[in-house]
């Protein structure tokens, strides 16, 4: 059983950043794709960005350019550093791990969310 803490969301004005953590409760990135998804109210959850365990990133198109994911295996802590933020990025931003595998469903995990919301 894998569990993810999430910390760093908050108020903050458009054009400022934030720092989310994710923190995970054993060393999973070699073998775990991390990843954060976002949920705004009445919408459905989004992908935001995800880390393959071999070290591929993928951003989703709205976030490219501002949001930069990156993780420290020491800490077993995944961060995403959100800058120029916009009205349209407020959501409650969960951490995700899922370990892919071939013969069986996939493990996935979640966190508890953490909220962001940008003021204009």
């Known amino acids: 059983q894998v569990q993810l803490v999430e910390s760093g969301g908050g108020l903050v004005q458009a054009g400022g950043s934030l720092r989310l953590s994710c923190v995970a409760s054993?060393?999973?990135?070699?073998?775990?794709?991390m990843a954060w998804y976002r949920q705004a109210p009445g919408k459905q959850r989004e992908l935001v960005v995800f880390f393959t365990s071999g070290g591929s990133i993928s951003y989703a198109d709205s976030v490219k350019g501002r949001f930069t994911i990156s993780r420290d295996s020491a800490k077993n802590t995944v961060y995403l550093q959100m800058n120029s933020l916009k009205p349209e990025d407020t959501a409650v931003y969960l951490c995700n791990a899922k370990l892919e595998r071939i013969f069986a469903r996939d493990v996935v995990y979640w966190g508890q969310g953490t909220h962001v919301t940008v003021s204009s």
């Open positions: 054993g060393n999973i990135f070699k073998s775990y794709t």
